[in-house]
């Protein structure tokens, strides 16, 4: 009976030790599990923020080259321009010869011109299809100017074209999205503290115009321009509270951007 009582203890403790021995094999795979599992969910969160690292660096210096880009061509621009100086217009379409304030438009047996002439009138904007081109009227220091356009299909003569901004503002810069959207800097006419303005957008097929990009009261948009049909690059004027000193930026937007304000009928805030 006790050899019995003997074996019978034998067993127990060989069953206990083999589930002692089993919970550890198990805790111990699991632990290793949670190890692994945490090792790759690192590898994951080391790849993913290398990746977003990359992509940042990739971002930061497409920015940069697309603002090289815009301020190579707002170089450009800066140098043109001057009393007689003849812009061809490779447009197909035939037109009479008409004048407005500074500027005559002219059509030889090559393609049509605009003459720039000693006056008031700004840089033409000429539309991408040559459909369109607008100027400022009454361009210059501390001179309320209008828009004005002209259509080269239908020969017409659109002055004042915005005639509902702001009182003692004026159209500063001029650029076209396309051949029937203008984008147009409206800014305060007087001050040397108003370099520029917001973003309107004139319809030249619906003769109407609204704001489309709008800052904040320190933030002013100085220029615009379009590279190709991708990108909006704008120029901004950043002021400090005491508006004496002011930092330059840029600020790209596409123009797939754009066409949803337009098709949404949107603003654009500008949180500079």
């Known amino acids: 009976m006790k050899n019995k009582l003997t074996v019978i203890i034998l067993v127990a403790l060989l069953l206990i030790c083999l589930a002692v021995n089993a919970n550890l094999f198990i805790t111990t795979s699991t632990l290793r599990q949670e190890r692994d599992d945490a090792d790759s969910k690192t590898n994951i969160l080391a790849d993913e923020l290398a990746d977003e690292k990359e ?20 170089t450009r621009r800066e140098k043109l321009g001057g009393d007689g100086e003849q812009i061809f217009m490779d447009c ?23 003459v720039l002439e000693e006056g008031t009138a700004s840089y033409p904007a000429i539309s991408p299809g040559c459909n369109r081109f607008a100027f ?33 503002h004026t159209p500063s810069f001029l650029a076209w999205l396309d051949d029937r959207y203008l ?25 109407t115009s609204r704001k489309l990009v709008m800052t904040k009261e320190l933030t002013q948009i100085v220029s615009i321009t379009m590279l190709g049909n991708e ?7 950043v ?9 330059q930026t840029h600020l790209i937007i596409t123009v797939e951007e754009i066409y ?13």
């Open 260 to 272: 949803t304000l337009i098709s949404k009928n949107t603003i654009y805030n500008v949180n500079l």
């Open 231 to 237: 990108y909006v690059v704008l120029e901004l004027a």
């Open 183 to 207: 984008l147009v800097i409206v800014k305060y006419a007087f001050g040397t503290l108003s370099p520029g303005g917001e973003v309107y957008l004139f319809d030249a097929a619906e003769n």
């Open 92 to 114: 197909e379409t035939k037109w009479q010869s008409n004048e407005a304030s500074g500027i005559s438009v002219q059509y030889n047996e090559e393609k049509p011109t605009i």
């Open 239 to 247: 002021f400090d509270a005491n508006m004496i000193t002011r930092e």
């Open 136 to 168: 400022i009227d009454g361009y210059g220091w501390e001179v309320e100017g209008t828009l004005t356009v002209f259509d080269v299909n239908t020969k017409e003569i659109q002055t004042n074209a915005m005639p509902d901004i702001p009182e003692q």
């Open 55 to 74: 992509t940042n660096t990739f971002m930061r210096e497409e920015k940069a080259s697309l603002i090289n880009q815009a301020k190579r061509v707002a």
